[in-house]
């Protein structure tokens, strides 16, 4: 896993969830939050970001097959 900073952008690319999704789940404590890079920057880190996609992945899995 990487410690790269992504940028909501990036992350959009990878997730496929519009921003205002991405920050209802942040509130929910269900997606990774941003970690601040400078007064007005923040990003994500890559790594978060791929686990929660591995969990998402694996619970749909787990579910399919239940």
């Known amino acids: 896993m990487s410690d ?3 940028r909501m952008s990036e ?3 990878r997730v496929p969830l519009s921003r205002s999704q991405i920050y209802l789940l ?4 269900e ?3 941003p970690v601040s890079l400078g007064a007005r ?3 994500f880190l890559e ?8 969990a998402r992945v694996a619970a749909f ?3 399919k097959s239940a």
């Open 47 to 54: 790594s978060e970001i791929d686990a929660w996609i591995t």
């Open 11 to 13: 992350v959009r690319r």
């Open 26 to 29: 942040m509130s929910r404590n």
């Open 61 to 63: 899995r787990q579910e």
């Open 31 to 33: 997606f990774p939050k």
């Open 41 to 43: 920057a923040v990003g």
């Open 4 to 6: 790269k900073f992504l």
